[in-house]
C-alpha cells in the first residue's frame, strides 16, 4: 500500500493489523510516523509496511514480558521521559510550540511517553534473556571470522590507550560554607512546612537528571549509592524530615526518605556543587606542571607513581591511571569515545608522551578538574585481524549469534500467535514471514 493512499484515508480508528488479541491501530501507525519524521528517522521502505510490523513485533515481546513477569524502575522511566520532552522543548524553542507540533497536551505527551518508554525498557530485557547463554570460545570467533567475506570485514578506527591523572582545585572554604548555608536553609524551609523537598529539587538541585523528578532517585541498594550517602540515608526514618549535609565526591546534599523496601531504598536529594573560581584552577595547573616536570625533567616519578601519589579520581587512580572505556569494557577508545577536552590533547601527541596539563570537565562528577594524560598506545586505522582485534571480531560473533537467536525465536512466536491483517495493510514486503495467515489454519489462539 502506498503512503499517499495511507494518508488519504480519513477513518478515525481503523484497525489495520490484530496481534493475538491486541488490535494495532491506524491512529498508533500515524502517530509513529509524525514522531519519526521529527527525529529523522530514515526508513528503508514504505513506513506503512515497516511501522505496523515493528509495532507487532512489540506486542509479541511484551506479551513474553507478561509471561516472564518484568517490570521496570520508574525513576528510570521518567528520567528517560523528561530528557526526552527536554530535548523537544530545546528544538522547538517552547513547551507551547512541542504541544502545537504533536497536537498533543504535554500531560498527554508525557503518559504516552511513559508507557513507549517502559515498552521499551521491558522489551530489551526480554531480549537479554533470551540471549543470554550465547558465549563465544576462541575457536567460535575463529571459524566466524574466516567465514567473513572480503567485503564484510570492518575497518577499525585508530584507537588509543591512555593514562590519565587528575587534581581536584582546592575550593576555598568559604565557598564550601555558603553552599553549607543555602543547603541548610531548604532543610529549615522543609521542616518548618514552608516549601515541598520536591519543588526545592527542582528548582536548584545540580544533578539534573533526579531534579527534574523533584530529587527522586529510585530503589536501590547500599552498593549502588555513594558510601557517605548510603550511610545517611538508611538511618533515615522520617519521610517528613531532611537529613543532615552529606559529602560525597559529587559535592554537598541533603537527602529525604521516600520508602524502604529491604535491602533498597528510594530517596530525594538536593545537590550542590562549590564554584570553582578561575584563581583556583590556575593554582592546581601550576600545581600539575610542577608534577610532570618532575617526571619529564628529572625522572623522579613514573607515571605510575604520580597517580598513586597525587591523583584524585579513584577509579583511574586504583587502575595505574589506565582509562577505561565503558562501552567496550577494555583500555582502548576510539577518539569519539574520549572525553572532547582528553582527545584534543590526545591527537597530537606521540606514544610515551606526556601532556601539559589542561583543564576538563570530569564526566562522571561534571565539575573542573586539572589533568594531565600519557598516551601508552595507538593502533592505527586498518581492516580488522584476528591477533589485534580479537574483541571486536568476538562482539560481532555475538551479536550476530544474537540476531540469528531472536530471530528464530520471532518466527516461533508468529507461527504460534493469532494474527489478523485486514486486506488494504496486507501489500507489503515485511522482514519477518508468517505474518499472512490462512484464519482456517492458524496453528495458535489470541496471545493472552
Known sequence: MSLSVAAQSNVAEEVAWVVGDQPIWKSEIEEQYNNMQYERVSLDGDPYCIIPEQLAIEKLYLHQADIDTITVPDASVMAEVEARLNFYITQLGSREKVEQYFRKSFPEMREAMIDMVRNNYRIRQVQTELTKDIKATPSDVRRYFASLPADSVPFVPMQVEVQILTLNPVIPQSEIDDVKARLRDYTERVNSGESEFSTLAILYSEDKESGMRGGEVGFLGRGHLEPEYAAVAFNLNDPKKVSKIVETQYGYHII??????????????????????????????????????????????????????????????????????????????????????????????????????????????????????RLTNRIEGHQANIADDYQTIKNMYENAERQAMLKRWLEKKIAETYVRIEPSWRNCEFRHEGWIKDSSKVSGEAAD
Open 256 to 373: 529525604q526518605l521516600i520508602e524502604k523496601r529491604g535491602d533498597r531504598i528510594n530517596t530525594r536529594h538536593i545537590l550542590l556543587r562549590p564554584r570553582v573560581s578561575d584563581n583556583d584552577l590556575i593554582a592546581a595547573v601550576n600545581n600539575l606542571d610542577s608534577v610532570r616536570t618532575q617526571m619529564v625533567d628529572s625522572a623522579r616519578y613514573t607515571f605510575e607513581e604520580a597517580v598513586a601519589y597525587f591523583s584524585q579520581d579513584k577509579d583511574t587512580r586504583n587502575n595505574r591511571g589506565r582509562m577505561v572505556n565503558e562501552a567496550t569494557g577494555t583500555s582502548f577508545f576510539e577518539m569519539s569515545q574520549l572525553p572532547q577536552e582528553v582527545a584534543k590533547v590526545v591527537a597530537g601527541m606521540q606514544v610515551g608522551d606526556i601532556s601539559k596539563p589542561f583543564v576538563m570537565i570530569d564526566p562522571k562528577l561534571n565539575r573542573e578538574v586539572v589533568a594531565i594524560v
